[in-house]
């Protein structure tokens, strides 16, 4: 993949992410601190590690699952993998998100 592209996933990325708000009404996930990292390789696969602000809410679960599906519907996005990191039981959320 062409830098060019590259650029226009990771622009596409950070336009969800700063676009997205938090279910609770923490404001846009790039303002509430919710996100920890964005890696996009150039084969077109994401990879965001966040911290969800109430730890083990199942509406954060839902709406984090539907920021993977969104994403997914990205043209040159080929792949998401939301990690889910500094909460407890951290692996059983990634795994059910990623699902």
Do not use: Y
């Not at 509406?59 to 699952?65: A, Q, S, T, Y």
């Not at 990690?83 to 990634?94: D, G, L, Q, S, Y």
């Amino acid at each position: 993949m062409s830098d060019r592209k590259l650029v226009k996933i990771q622009r596409r990325v950070a336009t969800s992410l700063s676009e997205w708000k938090d279910p609770h009404g923490h404001g846009k996930f790039s303002e509430n601190g919710s996100v920890n990292g964005v890696e996009v390789d150039s084969e077109g696969a994401v990879k965001i590690a966040i911290t969800p602000l109430r730890a083990h809410c199942p509406c954060c679960l839902l709406d984090l699952g539907k920021l993977r599906t969104h994403l997914l519907g990205k043209k040159t996005i080929t792949s998401v993998h939301i990690e889910i990191v500094n909460i407890p039981a951290a692996e059983r959320w990634t795994k059910s998100i990623n699902a």
